[in-house]
């Protein structure tokens, strides 16, 4: 399986897709049998730029757009990185920090973590497994190589309940054990990115990583959608574990 195909002359920040040119709004052709909700979305998928630049660049899904606008902001992902993804299904941040921190030719390393399965990504090592399992952190390291993150990623997301209060709590109940988990694997000077959703508990998160991380702010790429709570925090400069 081929990598991710870039275009000539691609930098590491790009041009929002769409951005400079007028799409022709697609209408879904097909409606009867599915419900006002069900044609919204693939309304929205069909008209959606980053969707077909993924499709076009050979990314797994949209996604991928995110951690490139976080990593063009904060320059996370360098060459020769320790990187560990997760919540990575469908691998569309493993495909973006393999790439970038050229794990595929041998010179970095990224570790992907999730309950699903995931098709293999040139340079990524792919670890089927619920993160809560004792067993996981273990796991997770000795395919890191028994080394030091560099860079933990965490775009995991438990399923919508519909009920707006319980998926936040949800969602900032995974990104915590994420945090909690940076903690003790990354190297001194590492950074970490966690999805989380405005709501008021994501700054007691923040709060928490300012003790250990010199720099820690919320950011929101481009790619996220405007009418989503989703934003991400990242904190980078982990101070080592005598910090905490």
Do not use: C
């Not at 044609?39 to 490139?68: C, H, M, T």
Request: charged share 30%; proline share 5%.
């Amino acid at each position: 399986m081929s990598g991710p195909r870039r275009p000539e002359g691609a930098g590491r920040r790009r041009n929002p897709p769409g951005r400079g040119r007028r799409r022709l709004k697609v209408k879904v052709k097909k409606a009867r049998g599915k419900t006002t909700s069900q044609v919204r979305w693939l309304q929205r998928q069909l008209n959606d730029p980053f969707v077909a630049e993924a499709k076009r660049l050979g990314y797994r899904s949209r996604a991928a757009f995110k951690l490139i606008g976080i990593d063009d902001e904060f320059g996370l992902l360098k060459p020769g990185a320790r990187v560990i993804d997760l919540g990575a299904t469908p691998g569309g941040w493993s495909q973006v920090a393999a790439e970038r921190v050229g794990a595929a030719q041998g010179a970095g390393r990224v570790v992907a973590v999730d309950l699903h399965g995931i098709e293999p990504i040139p340079g990524v090592v792919i670890l089927k497994k619920d993160f809560y399992d004792a067993d996981a952190p273990e796991m997770i390291m000795k395919a890191l190589g028994d080394a030091q993150a560099d860079v933990v990623l965490s775009d995991m997301a438990a399923h919508a309940t519909g009920h707006k209060q319980t998926d936040h709590l949800r969602v900032m109940g995974l990104a915590e054990v994420a945090a909690d988990f940076a903690r003790k694997v990354l190297a001194p000077g590492g950074a970490f990115v966690a999805k989380v959703l405005r709501g008021g508990t994501e700054n007691a998160l923040l709060n928490e990583l300012k003790r250990d991380f010199a720099k820690v702010r919320h950011f929101k790429p481009q790619a996220s959608r405007a009418d989503s709570a989703e934003l991400y925090v990242v904190a980078t400069g982990f101070r080592g574990k005598s910090g905490e």
